[in-house]
């Protein structure tokens, strides 16, 4: 079974990264980038484990060690 937990930023949390990104595609002459935010993905592959379960130990991991829940949202789909 295959899972994607995508992680990015709380509203209101700056991401200067992301305006380092956003300033490097207005330089290159991207045009009408308004703005950047950044994030992270984690493809996960899981064996042997059916969706509920395979669901609650993502969501488990998120909120351990994948996300810091303090200032990142995220979200778990299983593909």
Do not use: C, H, W
Request: net charge positive; no cysteine.
């Amino acid at each position: 079974m295959k899972a994607r937990v995508t992680v990015t930023l709380k509203t209101g949390i700056l991401d200067p990264q992301g305006k380092a990104i956003e300033g490097a595609l207005k330089s290159l002459g991207v045009d009408g980038v308004a703005s950047v935010r950044q994030g992270k993905v984690f493809d996960i592959e899981l064996a042997g484990v059916d969706k509920a379960k395979a669901q609650a130990a993502l969501k488990e991991a998120a909120d351990k060690l994948l996300a810091n829940t303090v200032i990142e949202n995220y979200r778990v789909e299983i593909v």
